[in-house]
């Protein structure tokens, strides 16, 4: 429920070729701290470069957020990308509810996140793989920082228990 299938450093680590091979047609990705900082609407350059990769690769590239749709439209305006505004995560049901109308199979989804809590777990409950990368900024939100002192424990446990459950620079990185 709370281990993540890969753990990478930023959510630009994922390659486009890793996903083609793979069969993944959609990543679903939190947006604060997994795209941009919390605290702000800017994102970096690499992001932008990453989406175009994504686009020309016939990826879909979506925000699963629990923002209002507001703040997620006013965050990722011109990045051009999907939006699943007050997904109540770590709850499943607006994922599982996406994937049907849409027509998507679990096994071509990806959902990435910087948090264990809610979007590793709501990713697990909706039966897609998913991706923990670290958070873009040290700081946080308070509620999230609630979040991390109980995720910190689940992870470092989790890792005692998986070898091969550390920061990766790929997909398929097994160093």
């Known amino acids: 429920m709370f281990k993540p299938n890969v ?4 959510i630009t680590d994922i390659d486009a070729d890793d996903l083609i091979k793979e069969n993944i047609t959609t990543i679903m990705t939190d947006l604060d701290n997994t795209i941009l900082p919390w605290n702000s609407s800017e994102y ?3 992001l932008r470069k990453w989406l175009n990769i994504m686009k020309m690769a016939n990826i879909e590239v979506l925000v699963v957020s629990n923002n209002s749709y ?3 439209e006013k965050a990722v305006d011109d990045l051009n990308i999907g939006i699943v505004a007050r997904a109540k995560k770590p709850l499943p049901f607006e994922i599982i509810k996406f994937l049907k109308e849409n ?3 679990k096994e071509e989804v990806l959902f990435v ?3 264990v809590l809610t979007d590793v777990l709501a990713g697990s409950l909706s039966g897609v793989k998913t991706v923990l990368v670290k958070p873009i900024v040290d700081t946080d939100a308070k509620k999230t920082r609630v979040n991390r002192f109980f995720e910190r424990p689940i992870l470092k446990y989790l890792q005692s228990r998986d070898k091969n459950l550390y920061w990766k620079d790929s997909l398929h990185d097994r160093n």
Request: aromatic share 0%; hydrophobic share 30%; net charge positive.
């Open 7 to 10: 753990m990478l450093n930023k």
């Open 44 to 46: 970096s350059l690499s």
């Open 70 to 72: 507001k703040r997620i």
């Open 103 to 105: 027509n998507l199979r």
């Open 113 to 115: 996140g910087d948090q």
